[in-house]
Every structure is written in structure tokens, then in C-alpha cells.
């Protein structure tokens, strides 16, 4: 595998067009808005500097000092970023300064591949396994790290091993695991006085789908406006979580089949077009009124099933009106899914050891701490966070870490043979996009999504 891609072959890699880069490049470059605070520290200034939706947040360094990039999403995310990269640089002034270049969520991975097309994208980037961490690997864009791991004797012990393993393609490692969380839809949320005004008891770590199913039926009432279960409709989410629970897969793991229509992914599946079209107690997406924390507080919805960031309901509603359970059991077990996020070095960084630093600071138990007690998101993916005191004495938190010692760590998503995961996966989506919009049962549908999907994985390999 060459070190570099061409422009041509990382486009076609990426699916970027030459007009689509030009175009999107153009927005990659917009006018500077600067916003300043200013604190002395080591009689260095501290900026922020916001550029359309990127944010940078760092001390500058001297003259001769060694500029490093790093790429993220704003939000809670940014501003955990920000806050490490600004102890990075402070523990390392002079010699290293770490910039973060944000965007927003819905822009994120348009700029990134057409900054990675263009081959601006810097040292380093955020993303995450299943969402185009293996594509990335087989293009060479991400570097392996097992040089840079070794020459600072770092201890990758300190992580869960199912997660270098993970992030390990071909006996090297590609990635250092930023968090952990067991899947989209891994856990149920509820909304209490809906349950005390029907004097139904709430959910419970005993529930089977059929438990949930019959719950969310009595306290639907659609020409109301309220239901009784809300999905998370993307591949990583419902469907996955409920193929596997009734012993199935969304493909073979091997990574050369499309398995839609295997019999017990179809069982799985049907529970989910269920949900919409025979039993209507999950709303179409011309149904929700605003986001699932927004139905919680007035009064529209009982349960959503989401992952570990959905503790931010408490932003939105009384701390006594909402509880959590892990989702319910189907015949084959919970059908959770690792997901790991991933900062990673580029194949391009001229500075990769010093880039691999940052890494490890984002990865510490610290920051690992700090992006779900500070940041109300997904935990480090370090045993020493999730069994730490403050995480055992967090009843959401608890939830998770009981999953996770009861059912042991869950398998990641298959891997494209061919490393296509974005096509297949994006292929995934649309094909069952119908079902979540009330439009076709899975019987309507499942035939021409596995001629949709299985196309992808005949192609030839990335890597």
C-alpha cells in the first residue's frame, strides 16, 4: 500500500467529485470571525478563534515550535477537545502547540472528506468505528501507531483490549479508543408521569421485547400526540441492536453478505416495522415535535431507546421524572454493540510522534473522566473510568457498567470484507429509511434492499 494516495484515487475512495471538492472546499475557507479571552500564562496569550463552525482554542507557541492540527465536532465534544489540546500546549510550551478545528455535527464528515480529498486535513482526526475508521485504515489516510507506541514505552494496557483489538487492522494499530459505549440503542429511557398517570410500573432489566411492546400499546395515544416508544433509527441503532437480539446480523461475519433476509435478522427486523406500522406506538419521523427530550417534557412520550449521552434528558425535565434501564432482551440476549471512538494520527502528518502525544493525552484517565461527568457523553475506554468510584455511584452510569459485567464486552459491527463500511452502511440506511417514515411494512421493502446492499460488498477491496 502506497504511503500516499493520489488526489484522483482519494477521491474516488472518499466518493468526492472534482466539482463537489471545488465546491466544498470553498466552504472550508470562509471569512474569520475572531473572538479573544485573554489569561497570562507563562506570559503566553491565550485565543479563541472561531471560523465559521471550526474553533481553536490553544496558547500559542514560539516561532520555532512544532503546529499540529486536530479535527472534531463542536459541541460538548469541542469543548472537550479544546480544554485538553489548551493543557497539551500549556505542558508542552514552547515546542508543541496543538490547534482544534471544529465543526458542526451535520457538517462534520462532508468537510472532513473534502478536507482529506484535498489533503488539508492536518495531524489528527476524530471518528468512530463503523463510521468509516476501517475505510480510512485501507485508504492509508489514518497512520499505524505501533512506532510511536513504542518509542514513548506507552502502556495500552490501560484500555479495554477489546478495544485495541478493535482499532488493530492487519497486526497494526491505527487508532487510539478516545470512549466506549455499548450501542445506540442500547438503553431505555422513560418518562415517569406517564407511567404514574397509567399506573403501569416501569421498566425493569427483566423485560423482554414483548414486555416493551405491550407497555408502549397502552400508553400510545396518537390522535393525542403521544407514543409510546421512540427508535434510534440509524444502522447502529434499533436495527442492529435488534437483529442481534433475536440471533442475527445486518451482515454476514465474514463481511461478504448482506444478511437483511436471514431468518432471524428478519425476526428482529419485524419487530422493529412493527413498532411502526402494525402497532404505530413509535412516531414517523413527521411525527416527533422536536427532539425525544422535547416529547419527555411535554408530556408526549414515553420511552426512547438511545445511547449512553441520553442522560442529557435531565436538561430538559425534573431529575425525579426519568429513569433508565438497559433495553430489553430479545431471544438471543440484549444485542448490544462496541463502538469505540477513535483519534488517530494521518498518514500526512509530518509530525507523528508529537501528534501521537496529543493522543494520549485525550485518552488519559482524566479526559476520560471528564467527557461524561463534564461533558454529559460517552465514558473513556479505560476500565479505571468505568470502574472508578464516581462511576459505580452514578445510577445512570451503573446501567451501563452493569450491561457490560453481566453480558460481557459485545462485538463490534462486522467489517465490510472489502473495507466499504460508509457505502454499505449508508446503502443500510436507506434501504430500511421507508419503515421509519410509516411507508412500507418489511415485507414491502426487503427485497430490494438486499439487491441495494449486496452490490456494495462485490466490489473490489480498499485495501
Known amino acids: 500500500m502506497n504511503k500516499l ?25 470562509p471569512k474569520t470571525v475572531t473572538v479573544k479571552e485573554t489569561v497570562v500564562v507563562e506570559k503566553a496569550v491565550k485565543e479563541t478563534v472561531v471560523v465559521e463552525k471550526q474553533v481553536t482554542s490553544a496558547v500559542p507557541a514560539a516561532p520555532e515550535a512544532i503546529n499540529l492540527r486536530f479535527l472534531a465536532r463542536l459541541g460538548n465534544q469541542g469543548d472537550h477537545f479544546s480544554l485538553f ?13 496543538m490547534k482544534i478545528e471544529l465543526f458542526g455535527n451535520a457538517d462534520y464528515f462532508q468537510k472532513l472528506d473534502t478536507m482529506l480529498a484535498g489533503q488539508t486535513v492536518g495531524d489528527g482526526f476524530w471518528i468512530y468505528v463503523g463510521g468509516g475508521f476501517d475505510q480510512y485504515v485501507a485508504s492509508d489516510i489514518y497512520a499505524p501507531l ?26 497494526q494499530l491505527y487508532g487510539m479508543p478516545w470512549t466506549l459505549h455499548l450501542g ?83 425476526q428482529g427486523l419485524q419487530v422493529f416495522s412493527d413498532l411502526y406500522m402494525e402497532h404505530q406506538v413509535s412516531p414517523a419521523s413527521s411525527q416527533m415535535l422536536g427532539s425525544w427530550q422535547q416529547m419527555f417534557a411535554g408530556g408526549k412520550l414515553a420511552m426512547a431507546q438511545t445511547g449512553f449521552w441520553g442522560k442529557g434528558v435531565g436538561n430538559y425535565v425534573a431529575p425525579d421524572a426519568w429513569g433508565t434501564v438497559a433495553s430489553p ?32 493525552e485525550v485518552c488519559s484517565y482524566e479526559a476520560g473522566m471528564d467527557i461524561w461527568q463534564k461533558r454529559g457523553s460517552v ?32 462485538p463490534k459491527l462486522p467489517l465490510p470484507a472489502n473495507f466499504r463500511e460508509k457505502e454499505y452502511w449508508s446503502e443500510i440506511d436507506k434501504s430500511l429509511e421507508p419503515i421509519y417514515l410509516g411507508e412500507k411494512e418489511l415485507d414491502e421493502l426487503i427485497g430490494d434492499a438486499v439487491a441495494n446492499c449486496q452490490p456494495v460488498l462485490d466490489q473490489s477491496s480498499l485495501f
Open 184 to 266: 445506540s440503542a442500547c438503553a431505555t429511557y422513560y418518562y415517569k408521569p406517564l407511567f404514574d398517570e397509567a399506573g403501569l410500573d416501569y421498566p425493569d432489566e427483566s423485560w423482554e421485547w414483548t414486555d416493551l411492546i405491550e407497555t408502549a400499546k397502552k400508553l400510545n395515544d396518537p390522535d393525542n400526540g403521544v407514543f409510546g416508544l421512540r427508535c434510534e433509527n440509524y444502522y447502529a441503532g434499533n436495527p442492529v441492536t435488534l437483529a442481534r437480539s433475536y440471533g442475527g446480523d445486518l451482515l454476514s461475519k465474514d463481511g461478504t453478505t448482506c444478511t437483511l433476509d436471514d431468518e432471524a435478522t428478519r
Open 379 to 410: 465514558p473513556g475506554s479505560r476500565p479505571d473510568v468505568w470502574n472508578s468510584e464516581a462511576a459505580l455511584g452514578d445510577e445512570h452510569f451503573k446501567v451501563f457498567s452493569e450491561m457490560l459485567n453481566k453480558d460481557g464486552m459485545p
Open 5 to 29: 494516495m493520489s488526489r484522483r484515487a482519494l477521491l474516488r475512495t472518499l466518493g468526492v467529485s472534482g466539482v463537489a471538492l471545488t465546491a466544498a472546499a470553498v466552504g472550508c475557507q
Open 85 to 97: 489540546a489548551q493543557r497539551f500546549n500549556e505542558k508542552h510550551y514552547p515546542d508543541i502547540f
Open 329 to 360: 432482551y430479545g431471544p438471543a440476549g440484549h444485542g448490544n454493540t462496541q463502538f469505540v471512538d477513535v483519534v488517530g494520527v494521518t498518514s500526512t502528518s509530518e509530525h507523528p510522534a508529537e501528534a501521537f502525544a496529543f493522543l494520549t
Open 146 to 171: 505501533d512506532d510511536a507506541v513504542a518509542a514513548s514505552s506507552y502502556d495500552l494496557g490501560q484500555f479495554f483490549p477489546e478495544s485495541i483489538e478493535t482499532l488493530t487492522v492487519n497486526g
